[in-house]
């Protein structure tokens, strides 16, 4: 097999994965907070990440934890968290599918950070592109309609962070080991979770401001047994998501990479329909197709060609 295909394979089901990932969560983000799920997925999936250093034969936990502490990780990671806070923010006002075509706007706003930091080239076609995008976000949220939803900006300032991940990524941790990456954000997660837990806490706030967002604003709640057994599963969820991701990038080409990454919005939309009972109307599909032109224009556009190398003098 191909190593093109290999990573075309692997991106469609990392995405995949991320459909389920989000699909369960939305059902459980009325029994539980966020950073409950971040402390008590976490740790699960730290053991499984280094099970699998162990078993791969060029490759230990050491140097997977060690990658894993490196400054430019922990902020990438960061940069994730950020992510997820403002993707799962929307989940109570969006549907999946609308949540993702306004989530990957990341491509418009990676190109346009690559131009600003990394000098790459955005050209009128990427320009086009980020025109494209603005208005599928404006027509997914259908201003000055009485189904206006404001809560689209949430997932695009999602795909923002997740854009700034990405440029990170290829700008100071090409050569970093995927799964030291993985264990990262894991450990950033569990971390983070537990002080925003403790904060909660320690913050008290009222139980009408918490029933307000209580996916955000809830320190802790009682779990029951199915929520449980729901822990091993998010753990290796978030493990083939957080592994798969990078390494489709790191052996497939960019742009296969980046297109497959919008069967998202075909995932999400099923599974939001079989188990959110969310079905998409005639305009959010229009304003979702505008949105994967737009991602299609940057990651299609016409690249300059490579400098020639200097003659030589002799």
Request: hydrophobic share 60%; net charge positive.
């Amino acid at each position: 097999m191909g190593r093109p295909l290999t990573g075309g394979l692997s991106i469609v089901f990392a995405v995949f994965l991320m459909a389920v990932q989000d699909t369960v969560i939305k059902t459980m983000s009325g029994d539980m907070s966020l950073w409950q799920l971040f402390v008590l997925r976490s740790p699960v999936a730290l053991v499984l990440l280094s099970l699998i250093a162990l078993s791969l034969p060029r490759l230990s936990a050491g140097k997977a934890w060690r990658h894993a502490l490196m400054p430019w990780a922990l902020v990438r990671s960061l940069c994730v968290l950020l992510m997820y806070i403002f993707m799962y923010l929307s989940f109570p006002y969006l549907k999946l599918a609308e949540m993702g075509a306004a989530f990957y706007t990341a491509p418009i706003f990676t190109a346009l950070m690559s131009a600003l930091f990394l000098k790459d080239r955005v050209g009128l076609q990427g320009w086009i592109a980020v025109f494209l995008g603005f208005v599928g976000v404006l027509v997914v949220s259908k201003p000055g309609t009485g189904l206006f939803t404001p809560a689209i900006v949430l997932p695009v300032i999602a795909g923002f962070a997740a854009s700034v991940a990405a440029v990170l990524t290829r700008a100071k941790l090409q050569s970093a080991d995927t799964l030291g990456l993985a264990v990262s954000l894991n450990i950033v997660l569990m971390v983070m979770g537990g002080l925003i837990v403790l904060g909660l806490r320690m913050m008290n706030l009222d139980p009408t401001v918490v029933a307000w967002q209580p996916f955000m604003l809830e320190d802790w709640s009682p779990l029951s047994a199915a929520d449980w057994r729901l822990m091993p599963i998010l753990a290796l969820l978030i493990c083939g998501i957080s592994i798969l991701l990078p390494l489709s990038y790191q052996i497939a080409p960019t742009v296969l990479v980046a297109i497959l990454e919008y069967v998202y919005l075909v995932f999400g939309g099923v599974l939001g329909f079989l188990f959110l009972n969310e079905i998409l109307d005639a305009v959010s599909i229009f304003g979702m197709a505008i949105l994967v032109v737009a991602g299609g224009l940057i990651v299609f556009r016409k690249q300059p060609a490579p400098a020639p190398p200097p003659a030589s003098s002799v």
